[in-house]
């Protein structure tokens, strides 16, 4: 098992929601700006939200008032929570530093159903 660990992905429907989970170190958290990248079949990753250690956020125009980012510097957790989903979104999600990367983690597969 990697630094990096997501969780939560699940089929849903069309206007789902879902909640991605992942878990690292300390080490990966402090101080870092985090991120929730997704990556298409035959495509590099895309960064769709990040957060700060101050916990200012960024979010891709196509994700913008859908997905909230946050993190937990206490239990080293991130999370995306995704509302209102749409079969664009379907991807495999990963989370990682946007300034440090670290070894890809396994991704959590979601897919959105129209």
């Known amino acids: 098992q990697g630094e990096l660990v997501e969780s939560g992905g699940a089929l849903v429907q069309a206007g789902g929601s879902l909640r991605l989970s992942c878990f690292g170190s300390p080490g990966f958290f402090a101080g870092n700006i985090i991120g929730w990248y997704r990556q298409y079949p035959g495509t590099q990753r895309e960064l769709v939200a990040s957060?700060?250690?101050?916990?200012?956020?960024n979010y891709a125009d196509s994700v913008e008032g859908r997905f909230t980012i946050s993190r937990d510097d206490v239990e080293w957790s991130l999370y995306l929570q995704m509302n209102n989903l749409a079969p664009a979104d379907s991807a495999v999600y990963y989370c990682?530093?946007?300034?440090?990367?670290?070894?890809w983690g396994q991704g959590t597969q979601v897919t959105v159903s129209s």
């Open positions: 990682n530093s946007v300034i440090d990367p670290r070894p």
């Open positions: 957060i700060s250690p101050g916990h200012q956020t």
